[in-house]
């Protein structure tokens, strides 16, 4: 690259519009789509698409409710001939979709071009030469009324050629090629005389297609372009304008978006973005824009995934991860902050269908487009507690107490970072059982016994044979619930040495067995640490007990000791059960 003094390249001269009125504009409606998939896309791939791949590719666009369609340029090659007419003779166009066929504004393509769509019920005869100064020089060595001719000689041909195709409504859309860096009053001028030959009226106007063949400049420019175009033509009202924006600046979305405001109402370009060079508009990325201002794209574009899938099976290519509302990593938060803000914004949006949409970091619905909220939060060793709590309830229907979860995700973020990994929510479920729902050592529970007190009706009696570290002791406590008591039978055999600080459970709402969770929460008492245990069982009575167990093993494998507090006052006890009968 250069350094300093770059002389080989010059800034986009500026549009002389003092007065432009497109900032202060907004997009109220759809545009008309028009797909060029099948023509601008194809061939650009390394490997066209052969024509059952451009059968699928053409029934995935009438799908999701393309009403135009480039299928090619039946004159260029003997395929996209026999494409367009298996089309037509099979009669695969659905009756409110209309073909459009590309040609050079030459006569033998324009003979041939007529011949492809002979029997179609309607079709846009699509007519492009280039007009801008560069191409006119170096390629054509054409002056600029030389230009205009063809434009106007191609244009009285197709108009001859209509009387015979009887049965097709025609449809006339005339490009000047490489309008972005054609003068604007000579794109004008071609355009005008086209329209004095072609004679469009307000019922049947003319498509002008004012393409960005190459991206040369701000996205702004290209707005005043369109603009200056629309508001200098003679007889706006029989002309559609349509856009036409590479991408080779990386701005082609903006460019339609802003050449919207200034004036077009209708937009060519492919899934994706597919196309020459860094490839044309993705109509995917405008019609989702427009869909996240509320307004109805007019494709169906619920089921991005199979798009997706579509699109890479039949031409090749690949949606870049990180690409607008399709990439695989769209829906993904890595950052602990990212991942609490999207869990808070779920947690609190109004679950009224229709109501706006408001989460933080997601500007659409994954849901509305078929992605899923599964692939939302993935784990690695920075995510935040919010995100592993999140996995744990929409994956596993596990709804750890808020106060649980900066240990479990300090547990997560330690494996993570020792396997230099991501995981995945599978191996954060095992993770967890490892942690809390198999812990049966030192302490176990063997069997245990619930008796009422004839004498006392607010209080139970406890009996248990449990494991402390191989040896199997007998215990008995009593207390107003099974686990106040279970507490005070530990406190008999000299195994308490902690406070209950909190208690909880819940049904598990995945899966098909009816089991229930319970959350135990102890602070050890020589040096206040809290620990949390947990245990899942189908008897509800059960999992609380074994939870305190969980705990208890927690508390004990960090160093507790087996005989702690043979003086530990069991009135210190905190105990909160809920659901138990006092
Ligand atoms: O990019 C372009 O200019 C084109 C024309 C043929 C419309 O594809
Ligand atoms: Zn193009």
New binding site residues.
């Given amino acids: 690259m250069h350094k300093k003094n770059i002389t080989k390249y010059k800034p986009f001269p500026a549009v002389d519009l003092p007065d432009r009125q497109w900032p202060n504009r907004r997009i109220e409606r759809a545009p008309i789509w028009c797909s060029?998939d099948l023509r601008?896309g194809n061939q650009a791939l390394a490997i066209p698409m052969n024509i059952k791949e451009k059968l699928e590719m053409f029934q995935t666009l009438v799908d999701i409710g393309f009403k135009e369609i480039e299928v090619g340029f039946p004159s260029a090659s003997e395929t996209e001939f026999a494409f367009t007419r298996l089309l037509i003779e099979n009669d695969l166009i659905p009756p409110d979709v209309t073909i459009q066929v590309?040609v050079q504004a030459r006569e033998h393509l324009i003979h041939r071009t007529f011949e492809a769509i002979r029997g179609a019920r309607q079709a846009i005869v699509h007519l492009?030469n280039s007009t801008n100064p560069l191409q006119r020089r170096v390629t054509f060595g054409l002056s600029k009324a030389e230009i205009k001719e063809i434009a106007v000689k191609g244009t009285r041909l197709v108009k001859e050629l209509v009387p015979e195709v009887k049965d097709t409504l025609i449809r006339y859309q005339y490009?000047p090629?490489?309008f972005s860096d054609t003068e604007l009053e000579f794109s004008l001028e071609v355009c005008e005389a086209v329209m004095e030959e072609w004679q469009p009226t307000e019922e049947a106007p003319i498509i002008l297609?004012l393409?960005a063949?190459v991206e040369l400049s701000t996205p702004n420019v290209h707005a005043d372009q369109i603009e200056w175009f629309c508001r200098n033509m003679k007889e706006r009202s029989k002309a559609i304008i349509s856009l036409?924006t590479?991408n080779d600046r990386g701005s082609g979305v903006a460019a339609t978006e802003l050449g919207l405001m200034a004036g077009a109402g209708r937009v060519e370009g492919t899934l994706f973005g597919n196309g020459e060079r860094t490839g044309n508009l993705d109509i995917v990325t405008v019609a989702l824009n427009l869909y996240t201002q509320g307004i109805a794209p007019g494709l169906d574009l619920s089921d991005l995934n199979t798009l997706r899938e579509s699109y890479e099976r039949t031409t090749r290519m690949v949606v870049h991860e990180r690409h607008p509302y399709a990439g695989e990593l769209v829906f993904t938060a890595f950052s602990g902050s990212h991942q609490d803000a999207i869990k808070k914004g779920m947690d609190q949006m109004d679950p009224t269908p229709g109501a706006h949409w408001q989460v933080p970091y997601l500007p659409i619905d994954p849901d509305d487009i078929g992605r899923t909220y599964k692939a939302i939060i993935r784990i690695n060793s920075q995510s935040g507690k919010g995100g592993v709590a999140y996995i744990m309830e929409v994956e596993f229907g596990l709804e750890l107490p808020k106060k649980m979860h900066p240990e479990f995700s300090a547990v997560i973020n330690r494996i993570a970072d020792e396997g230099s990994k991501e995981l995945q929510p599978e191996e954060i479920k095992a993770a967890f059982y490892q942690e809390y729902i198999d812990l049966n050592k030192p302490l176990s529970l063997e069997s245990y016994k619930i008796s009422t007190r004839p004498d006392d009706h607010r209080h139970i009696t406890f009996t248990a044979d449990i494991i402390v570290e191989g040896k199997k002791i007998f215990i008995e406590g009593v207390g107003n619930g099974p686990i106040a008591a279970f507490v005070d039978a530990l406190d008999g055999a000299g195994l308490k040495g902690f406070h209950l600080t909190d208690f909880r459970q819940h049904a598990i709402t995945k899966g098909s067995a009816a089991e229930a969770i319970a959350y135990i929460e102890i602070q050890r008492e020589k040096d206040k640490q809290m620990f949390w245990g947990a245990s899942i069982d189908g008897n509800i009575e059960l999992a609380g007990l074994k939870a305190l167990v969980s705990a208890c093993n927690r508390a004990w494998v960090s160093e507790m000791p087996t005989r702690l507090a043979t003086d530990a006052a069991s009135s210190d006890l905190v105990l909160q059960e809920k659901g138990e009968q006092s």
């Fill in positions: 060029v601008d590309l492009y490009s090629e490489s297609n393409p063949t036409h590479h």
